[in-house]
């Protein structure tokens, strides 16, 4: 299979959702995962491993929710009023029939979607539009690497989840603790590398330096802070020679950005 043939791109319809949250539970240390249900949630579609949906929080200062309505090109807010806080989430699990979706939210900062987190109990209601797209990886690889930090574990855990035994599949975590590695879940035939957060970029090159090459078609996955994946799109374009087709590099979070969304490198 030739690596332009490996992904494909689809559409959807875009919804704004109001739901509520049911309970909320920690997972380790750093992770916090809180489920969402409400009616709105029927007909939720998310088939790519590493969806975003967009999550509309409460205004910090009068704990109002204030949502958006719904034009051609997206969400559109009431002229002169403040945009109240909006963060991109992978729904790390959705159950139709019960009509839930879990978010994972990573514990570090001091930002508006961390504050709610900790604070959210049941009862709680929050804004959730999309996904607006997903991107489809074939499930017909020979091996497949997965790289990120704390932000990616959701998407991650998801994929190695959805892959097939016979995948080669090698993860690698940069994290503050191997606990939160922990999260992941991995069946016994998914290799996960921990990297301790103070070790960077250079840590994770070390540890990929060491590894056996792997033979096949494969797939290269990464999201992390921007600098970090920007220097591993270039590890593996560059020092790797893997085809650029053959490689997703994203920025899930910038270090000083406190933007509604992180700036994407593909």
Known sequence: MQ???LTQ????????????????RELGPHM?????????????????????????????????????QMGERG????????KPPIRDYTPRDYRAAEQEMDIDFVLHGDGPACRWAMQAKEGDKLGVAGPRGSFLLSKELDWQVLIGD?????????????????????????????????????PDHVTVNWIPSLAGLPGILDALRAAAQPSGTGYVWVAAEYAVAQGLREYWV????LDKNAIRASSYW???????????LD
Request: glycine share 6%.
């Open 3 to 5: 690596s332009e043939q």
């Open 9 to 24: 791109k689809v559409a959807h319809p875009l919804k704004l959702r109001l739901l509520t949250v049911k309970h909320r």
């Open 32 to 68: 916090l995962r809180i489920t969402l249900t409400g009616a709105d949630l029927e007909g939720f579609y998310s088939p790519g491993f590493d969806d975003h949906v967009k999550l509309i929080f409460p205004d910090p200062a009068t704990h109002s929710l204030r949502l958006p």
């Open 75 to 82: 969400m559109v807010f009431a002229a002169g009023q403040e």
């Open 150 to 186: 704390e932000t990616a574990i959701p998407a991650m855990a998801r994929r190695i989840h959805e892959l097939p035994a016979t995948v080669n599949v090698q993860v690698y975590v940069l994290a503050r603790n191997l606990l939160t590695v922990g999260t992941l879940a991995a």
């Open 238 to 241: 560059q020092e790797r020679g």
């Open 254 to 264: 910038r270090q000083g950005d406190q933007g509604d969304q992180a700036p994407r």
